[in-house]
């Protein structure tokens, strides 16, 4: 059975502070990974996403993650967090063979101004 | 705008009632998802449905209902066998096995 760890519960950072969210991933296949933003009071929105190719997917507003097969992981990352970050963080895989998406428990990210 | 809708935006019942919670999309996509989401779990599956008058179990099916009358709709029934019905619903589309999914406002559900 397919399923995502998210190891963080909450994060707090400073404005300008790097962000590096774990995902780990336990699935035998082939794998569809997606990161998925809460921004306070809005519906979830997908930041962005892994079908193949690149292991090193870039998303919206600054973000990107990198698949490592061999680790099973799909962290997500952003060089210098603004406070408009300032979100839940959920991390989602689907196995190739299947037709429903898992998420993790996600992350809140709280940032200083 | 094509979009997902979820109505009611905030639901009440009294403990033993069941409650049918309303999600219609517009996008034209195939697939629907109902997500149970509980502060510190995540989202958790509850139905999903690939196809009209088809639909599976998730994770925590115990204590819900799902219909897949037509393409755009895709009911959730929480029944007074679900212990613990109080939380945060997001139903959710898309087109295909390999796109991701599109989600709705959400439906608070206060049961007491």
């Known amino acids: 059975a397919q399923s995502v760890s998210q190891h963080n519960h909450h994060v707090i950072l400073s404005e300008a502070a790097s962000l590096e969210l774990g995902c780990n991933y336990s699935?035998?296949?082939?794998?569809?990974l997606f990161w998925y933003v809460q921004y306070p009071g809005q519906h979830l929105q997908l930041l962005l996403k892994?079908?193949?190719?690149?292991?090193l997917v870039k998303g919206i507003k600054g973000f990107e993650a990198e698949f490592i097969k061999s680790k099973f992981s799909f962290n997500l990352r952003k060089p210098s967090v603004q406070w408009s970050d300032t979100a839940e963080y959920f991390c989602?895989?689907?196995?190739?063979?299947?037709?429903?998406?898992?998420f993790g428990s996600g992350t809140r990210l709280s940032i200083r101004p | 705008d094509g979009g997902i809708t979820q109505s009611p935006k905030y639901l009440f019942r009294k403990e033993g009632q069941n409650v049918t919670l309303s999600c219609e999309q517009n996008?034209?996509?195939?697939?629907m998802y109902w997500y149970r989401q509980d502060p510190g779990q995540g989202l958790r599956l509850i139905y999903y449905s690939q196809i009209v008058n088809d639909f599976q179990k998730g994770d925590i099916a115990e204590g819900y209902s799902v219909s897949r009358e037509k393409k755009e709709s895709f009911p959730l029934t929480v029944t007074s066998a679900q212990k613990n019905p109080t939380a945060f619903y997001l139903c959710a589309s898309s087109t295909r096995r390999s796109s991701p999914l599109h989600f709705g406002n959400g439906t608070r559900l206060t049961v007491t």
């Open positions: 699935y035998g296949g082939t794998v569809n």
């Open positions: 996008l034209n996509h195939d697939a």
């Open positions: 892994y079908f193949s190719g690149d292991p």
């Open positions: 989602a895989v689907r196995g190739s063979s299947a037709s429903k998406i898992i």
